[in-house]
Nanobody
Framework: QVQLVESGGGLVQPGGALRLSCTAS????????MGWYRQTPGKERELVAR??????NYADSVKGRFTISGDNAKNTVYLQMNNLKPEDTAVYYC?????????WGQGIQVTVSS
């Protein structure tokens, strides 16, 4: 089992910034992928950003505004979110894949509102 603990969410005004953190109970350098997803009521969970061994993927809606990165020494993945928009409001989930198994964090609320 792998535990993922998220932090850094909250309320921010449009145009503001937040940084989400996800700390894993296992060495993230051994993961096949680490990523962030988000979900709003009535909608499916969608990929926001994913960190692979040699590349990153982003949803079109966040390209140029969000950056995913990892710190192997801290077993932590970050999602830097800049120029936030009201449509970024959602519960954000950390995701990790180890040994062909997926793990999820508990989710953290991000609200963008004036």
């Amino acid at each position: 089992q792998v535990q993922l603990v998220e932090s850094g969410g909250g309320l921010v005004q449009p145009g503001g910034a937040l940084r989400l953190s996800c700390t894993a109970s296992r060495d993230i350098s051994s993961s096949a992928a680490m990523g962030w997803y988000r979900q709003t009521p009535g909608k499916e969970r969608e990929l926001v950003a994913r960190l692979l061994r040699y590349s990153t993927n982003y949803a079109d809606s966040v390209k140029g505004r969000f950056t995913i990165s990892g710190d192997n020494a801290k077993n932590t993945v970050y999602l830097q979110m800049n120029n936030l928009k009201p449509e970024d409001t959602a519960v954000y989930y950390c995701n990790a894949m180890f040994d062909l198994l997926q793990y999820w964090g508990q989710g953290i609320q991000v609200t963008v509102s004036s």
